[in-house]
């Protein structure tokens, strides 16, 4: 099977613009989360859709938002660009069958951003 | 909110030895999820191993163990003959069981201990 695959891989953008940023879970995965990495912050959880539905949000502004497909596809947005948005930005997949919190969340490699 | 802690930001181990990475957690929650991740230079996260909290027994993958506390809300990962490869950046993360909790299935990670192995 194909793994998490994420696009583009880089990404260089300037301040108040908006991205976009795209996620296909592997093969038959109905969850997808995103997480931020910083050097300072570390890995910080942005949301998680299941289904179509946002399941869960982290503690980020209204600028960062999100959606699902029906195929499992996964977009995640971020209007207004700030300097402080320069992260690699990871997707995760994960079958989400009867096992639920128990499943293991495969990454994919991220899409770093440069916000200029 | 449960906060995940890795006290030691670097750590260092030759060739063939054995190395313990530390992770302590807090919750106030009882069913959970324990995980180590490692994310290699190329990036790319990989489950090392998972730990049931209501499992007593200690998870094992194979060179990859785990000494889990849970009175004491400790999670430490043990690497035994460490090789070239093991060398990356290894997370510690936290994972409610329950969907309607606070953090609902998200995973909680520490900040990393980069481990580096040498020849």
């Known amino acids: 099977k194909a793994g998490v695959t994420q696009t583009p891989r880089y990404l260089i953008k300037t301040r108040g613009q908006q991205v976009t940023l795209s996620c296909s879970p592997i093969?038959?995965?109905?969850?997808v989360s995103w997480y931020q990495q910083t050097p300072g912050q570390g890995l910080q959880f942005l949301f998680e859709y299941f289904s179509e539905t946002q399941r869960n949000k982290g503690n980020f502004p209204g600028r960062f938002s999100g959606r699902q497909f029906s195929n499992s596809r996964s977009e995640m947005n971020v209007s207004t660009l700030e300097l402080g948005d320069s992260a690699l930005y990871l997707c995760?997949?994960?079958?989400?069958?009867?096992?639920?919190?128990?499943?293991?969340?495969?990454f994919g490699p991220g899409t770093r951003l440069l916000v200029l | 909110a449960q906060t995940v802690t890795q006290s030691q930001p670097e750590m260092s181990v030759q060739e063939a030895e054995t190395v313990t990475l530390s992770c302590t957690y807090d919750t106030s929650e009882s069913d959970y999820y324990l995980f180590w991740y490692k994310q290699p230079p190329s990036r790319q996260m990989i489950l090392v191993i998972r730990q049931e909290a209501y499992k007593q027994q200690n998870a094992t993958e194979n060179r990859f163990s785990v000494n889990f506390q849970k009175a004491a809300k400790s999670f430490s990962l043990k690497i035994s003959d460490s090789q070239l490869g093991d060398a990356a950046m290894y997370f510690c993360a936290y994972r409610s069981a329950w969907t309607n909790s606070n953090s609902g299935y998200a995973l909680n990670f520490g900040k990393g201990t980069s481990l580096l192995v040498t020849p």
């Open positions: 093969s038959g995965h109905r969850s």
């Open positions: 995760a997949s994960s079958l989400e069958g009867t096992s639920g919190a128990k499943e293991t969340q495969y």
